[in-house]
């Protein structure tokens, strides 16, 4: 039977050092048959003892542990065709409109600390609880995107190095002095989840694609997949670079104590009095940023910033299509990692028809983001509308998704229970309540100079 059917509650707490000195050791190690690897581990240590003369306890934990997630996700999507039933169905006719094959590759690693403190007191109890985490994500993405209704392949590829953190820190008091007795609380929670600039990089092969749109309505995915038509990295080209980020945190207090105080008048009139209060605060902020600029030359900004890539030591090797059209086509920078290329499901769906070596493209996004000649404000500044393109870093990139929100809770209260012999009893008692959250975000319109993108202050108390 459970807590609630019976009108109680689970209350789990943390354990306490034993006496004497206690230690545990353990580890574990693995293989992953689908990348033909071994290394993944699991490590773990934990050591207790009680000192002055048992009063004071200690218990520590430390874990370690790295794996990895790989794995090939394929998804696929559809949309109605007709709004006319099909009489042989019974449904509406949908379309395959497109198909996307995920290599994933992601080791993932945690870290882990516990400290656990406690002191006896003749009465009572003194318990301190701390705890950390961390989850570090790394990961890359090779996506290739068969467009059923554009005729198009899309390649793209995506890394990040990703971090969530927990702490805890708890005080627990509990004593009797006599005349009162107190429990105590207080405690502590922090947790961020940050992803820093990772850079998404975006191809495109036109003509990727030979099959009448027709032939598409009320098949599988695989049944398509003979259709593709890969030209080679010589016809896929470079279209956009981004760099993506987010920094999530959550900060929450609590301080809560209720004491309690005997009463006895007489031999016919006891009780007690019993008075506390509590504190929460919470505090939640949101930061994302999402800057980008495309390749090609159709405008003095994208004519400028293609001219310095090519002048760039590292940029020496680049190749373009043509100087008419700025195209940087893919075999600059084609990955020579042959797993990547391995079958992706047994290729029923498609392959993996090419993959990105980011190395050049790191070094393109980080010389043209650095460059305030090449931002999108600064083409705008000078050339106006017909000057678009560039870095694009403005409110639109930066302010959509920032929030702030910050929540107070105060509460307090005092009562009374006084038995008057063994026949009546009174109770009494006031509670006091306030809530107060402000949320702060921002609301943007749009503007055609990012110079100048108006952006609105929404509070809300």
Known sequence: MNADAIGGYVNMELREAPSGLHGDALWQSGYTQKDNSYGNYRAIASASDRFFGDNLGAYVLLDAESYDRNADNMSAGYSTFSSTIDTSTGYRPIQVNSVTLDRHIETRKRYGANLILDYRLPDGFIKSTNMFSRLNSNYQDNNVGIDYQGNGINFSYRSGNGTTDLGVNTLEIQNDFGFMSADINAAYTYSRNYLPPSPFYQFRQTGGVVVNPLKTINVVPDSLATTVNYLGPANTYLTSISLLSSDYKEYDKVIRGDFKIPLNVGSSVSGFIKFGGEYRGGDHTNNQHTPYTNIDRGSPIQVQMSDSILAQPWGSSLKYDSLANGKLPAYNFTSNNSSLYNSFLSNDFGRIYWAANPTLLNDITSYVQGQPE?????????????????????????????????????????MSQLDLGSDAMVVGGVRYEQVTSNYTAYNLRDSRSPATQPAFVQEVT
Not at 377 to 404: C, E, K, R, V
């Open 374 to 414: 090449l931002s999108s404000i600064y083409a705008y500044s000078n050339g106006g509308a017909t000057n678009a393109g560039g870095w694009t870093d403005g409110g639109f990139q930066t302010l959509p998704n920032n929030y702030m929100y910050y929540e107070n809770y105060y509460a307090g209260y005092a």
